[in-house]
């Protein structure tokens, strides 16, 4: 298998909107980020993610641009990015951006003109189609709204959006969109980043004929179509293999054997993915479940391509909340989820703020939430007649301003990271859970990602290593192992809110082990570890 720089490389994405305001406004930006490079680096990442600066009306939060060659000025001016990229290479790190363009925003001059009229020359840049039997084109129900389907009074036609109104669909089988798309990208790498996220990426491509769903709300539909995989080739072909870069797409609804489609060394399309099995289809954890998608995903890929291991991003809620335990056991179980993630075959991927354990949030009213999705929800599900009260409650675990709230850096008034009223409100716990305290405390989970991190530098077998799950069938013990070039690594976790009854498993010598790191403070180099009862939430790595 080619060894390249990005499959060694541990991520960190940064919200900018929720990261650091530096000028009142309420709303992080770029200046923030450039302050907070060191902050970065002292964790021991390679690369930062950045999501959507770019110009753009903001209705879901920079995921709808208007202008691809400027920054949206909460963000910053050029000069300012300029200087990060600079600043963040000085600092041995990476840069790479969002890449969206499956869809535009409504406000963007292409949309704008496409819409003119049916005979203007960006027409066929979107997806227009006429009514059928007097409505909607088909049945199909988009991320954020009822349909796909938005009417334009003005041309009398209906356009195509994967997501909200707002946001309407390319048409990538026309080669000038490609063109146009190939062309910023050049744009963006000339500049010098070290490559894309690839945003809702599995969705270029549109079936034939748009014919109806037999379950309009099972959206899978709008993804993984013919024509794909094309597309993406020539995106490699025309850009992407002319830069020693890094490139991951966000591809929903795939399995490892569509997965590899997308990241076979043998595919020249992209690096590696996201794929949301864990993310989208379970919403709660699973141990037993999480084990299985773990090794099909593993056998799937192995020595043909790469995967990523994430718990959660800006579109899923904190994982200590959602897969982990918030309560009591915050401190622990942020530790292990993040010894999964990071000893799991993959690049692991670490979301601001998860590095301190920040949680989810439970704001009282709709109004204090922002998201386009949990709001167009609510409005379509009340608009039905559903309780409002019900409907709000139905929506707070998964809404993704769970993860959106501010960056808590200190105690202080905003938790520090804002000094005007922040553009969502900060998660009250800031008191308790914040960047200061976890600095100045040896044993924080920042201390903790901080180990793990250098671990994975000074350790081959974390990123190479072979790997093995002894507990398929134990619903709270995940017992695997790392093997690589002799070495051998035992990682043992308890995902419980109780202890769990441990063996140490055939084909290990009692005495012969070292303990690398371990999320409890007490136990030491020289403990046997034969029979052990592992309290809630431990997890320890020992070499063998
Ligand atoms: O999300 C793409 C997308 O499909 C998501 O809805 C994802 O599949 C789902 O959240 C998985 O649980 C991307 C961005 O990450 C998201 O913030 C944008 O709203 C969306 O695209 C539209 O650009
Ligand atoms: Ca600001």
Redesign the pocket.
């Known amino acids: 298998m080619v060894q390249t720089w990005w499959k060694e490389a541990v991520v960190y994405q940064v919200y900018w909107r929720s990261f650091m305001d530096t000028n009142g406004d309420g709303c992080g930006d770029l200046q923030g980020l450039l302050g907070k490079l060191d902050y970065i680096r002292d964790l021991g990442v390679d690369v930062i993610w950045l999501?959507?600066a770019y110009t753009s009306p903001d209705k879901?939060?920079?995921?709808?641009i208007s202008d691809y060659y400027s920054l949206m000025p909460k963000a910053g001016s050029m000069e300012i990015w300029e200087t990060l990229l600079s600043e963040i290479h000085q600092r041995g790190m990476k840069l790479i951006m969002?890449l969206?363009v499956?869809?535009t925003s409504d406000q963007h001059p292409w949309f704008l003109e496409s819409r003119s009229s049916r005979d203007h020359a960006k027409r066929d840049w979107y997806i227009w189609k006429d009514p059928k039997d007097g409505r909607e084109p088909n049945n199909w129900r988009s991320?954020?709204s009822p349909s796909t389907w938005t009417w334009d009074e003005q041309t009398g036609q209906y356009y195509f959006h994967?997501?909200?109104v707002e946001?309407p669909d390319l048409n990538w089988a026309n080669p000038e969109v490609r063109e146009a798309i190939y062309a910023m990208m050049r744009y963006w790498l000339e500049k010098g980043i070290d490559g894309f996220r690839l945003?809702?990426i599995?969705?270029l491509a549109k079936p034939e004929g748009y014919p109806d769903a037999s379950d309009p709300q099972d959206i899978r539909y709008?993804?993984n179509n013919p024509g794909l995989h094309e597309y993406l080739r020539e995106m490699n072909e025309q850009v992407l293999r002319h830069f020693d870069i890094l490139t991951v797409g966000?591809a929903?609804?795939v399995s490892p054997e569509e997965g590899l489609k997308y990241v076979g060394e043998d595919r020249q399309e992209l690096h590696t993915l996201f794929h949301?099995e864990v993310?989208?289809e379970m919403p709660s954890w699973d141990m037993l479940r999480f084990k299985e998608i773990q090794t099909r995903w593993y056998e799937g890929l192995q020595g043909k391509g790469w995967n990523s291991q994430f718990l959660n991003?800006?579109?899923?809620t904190r994982q200590v909340t959602r897969y982990g335990s918030d309560g009591k056991y915050r401190v622990p179980s942020a530790k292990l989820l993040a010894t999964m993630v990071h000893t799991l075959p993959g690049m692991p991927y670490i979301y601001q703020g998860e590095e301190i354990g920040m949680t989810g949030v439970r704001f009282p009213s709709i109004d204090d939430y922002d998201d386009?999705?949990m709001k167009n929800r609510y409005r379509e599900e009340v608009g039905k007649g559903r309780d409002p009260e019900a409907v709000f409650e139905s929506l707070l675990p998964?809404s993704?301003d769970n993860s959106r709230t501010p960056m808590q850096w200190d105690d202080s008034p905003n938790a520090g990271f804002s000094t005007g009223t922040p553009w969502i409100k900060v998660n009250p716990n800031y008191k308790e859970i914040n960047v200061k305290r976890d600095l100045e405390q040896p044993n924080s989970i920042y201390r903790y990602y901080q180990q793990l991190i250098a671990l994975r530098k000074a350790n081959k077998v974390m990123v190479y290593g072979d790997y093995l799950d002894l507990s398929a069938g134990d619903p709270h013990l995940y017992v695997y192992t790392r093997t690589w070039e002799g070495e051998r690594w035992l990682v043992i976790l308890n995902h419980a809110d109780h202890d769990t009854a441990f063996t140490l498993p055939d084909g290990f010598e009692d005495g012969k082990q070292e303990l690398v790191i371990a999320n409890y403070d007490d136990v030491h180099r020289d403990d046997r570890i034969a029979q052990l009862a592992l309290r809630p939430h431990e997890a320890r790595i020992y070499r063998f």
């Open positions: 999501n959507p879901d939060n920079g995921y709808d969002d969206v499956n869809h991320y954020f994967s997501f909200a946001q945003d809702a599995a969705l709008l993804t966000e929903a609804f949301f993310a989208d991003n800006h579109d899923h386009i999705a998964l993704r």
